[in-house]
T-cell receptor, first 112, second 114 residues
Framework: EDKVVQSPLSLVVHEGDTVTLNCSYEVTNFRSLLWYKQEKKAPTFLFMLTSSGIEKKSGRLSSILDKKELSSILNITATQTGDSAIYLCAGRGSYNTDKLIFGTGTRLQVFP | DAGVIQSPRHEVTEMGQEVTLRCKPISGHDYLFWYRQTMMRGLELLIYFNNNVPIDDSGMPEDRFSAKMPNASFSTLKIQPSEPRDSAVYFC????????????FGPGTRLLVL
């Protein structure tokens, strides 16, 4: 059965700290991995990664996939209180399906 | 673009009642997904449609759940009869599909079954 596992489940840091969130996947015919940020409402898209190994960056956030280790990390540098959210990772399998398998998320809390 | 629209945003009902959740996908998106999110199980895919046709409903918990997509701009998720364990946030998402597109989520419906 396909599965995505995230760690840690929860993280508490102070503003300015750097954090690394982890995601490991076991997805049949893996195609891509997506990261979402969920604050109080709906998940919003951050990055999509493939086995190409190309790092994606957006401001203080960056992410990369390690196809050998079947894992991905999401880095946030110089954290701010606005980064507090649940970060979700999802794996997508075969090209002919658009089904995403989500992990349970990492809850990040950033205190001033 | 208005994004994915869901209604109602909150629903409180009593056990045994029928609940209908509604979703309007982003115009032009031909894939629509229904998810359920709980603290215990995280975000789970219930069913998804392509061009109004159900493609994968393996996540639908049981016969009490049903989903329809009568046209490209509207879908419903119905629970009948509802039970307390159905309490969760239900999200609808849409995408252009083809395995390369991200899914865009609606604001969700928070359902509480008493």
């Amino acid at each position: 059965e396909d599965k995505v596992v995230q760690s840690p489940l929860s993280l508490v840091v102070h503003e300015g700290d750097t954090v690394t969130l982890n995601c490991s996947y076991e997805v049949t015919n893996f195609r891509s991995l997506l990261w979402y940020k969920q604050e109080k409402k709906a998940p919003t898209f951050l990055f999509m990664l493939t086995s190409s190994g190309i790092e994606k960056k957006s401001g203080r956030l960056s992410s990369i996939l390690d196809k050998k280790e079947l894992s991905s990390i999401l880095n946030i540098t110089a954290t701010q209180t606005g980064d507090s959210a649940i970060y979700l990772c999802a794996g997508r399998g075969s090209y002919n399906t658009d089904k995403l398998i989500f992990g349970t998320g990492t809850r990040l809390q950033v205190f001033p | 673009d208005a994004g994915v629209i869901q209604s109602p945003r909150h629903e409180v009902t009593e056990m045994g009642q029928e609940v209908t959740l509604r979703c309007k996908p982003i115009s032009g998106h031909d894939y629509l997904f229904w998810y359920r999110q709980t603290m215990m199980r995280g975000l789970e895919l219930l069913i998804y449609f392509n061009n109004n046709v159900p493609i994968d409903d393996s996540g639908m918990p049981e016969d009490r759940f049903s989903a329809k997509m009568p046209n490209a701009s509207f879908s419903t998720l119905k629970i009948q009869p509802s039970e307390p364990r159905d309490s969760a946030v239900y999200f609808c998402a849409s995408s252009l599909g083809r395995g390369r597109e991200t899914q865009y989520f609606g604001p969700g419906t928070r359902l509480l079954v008493l």
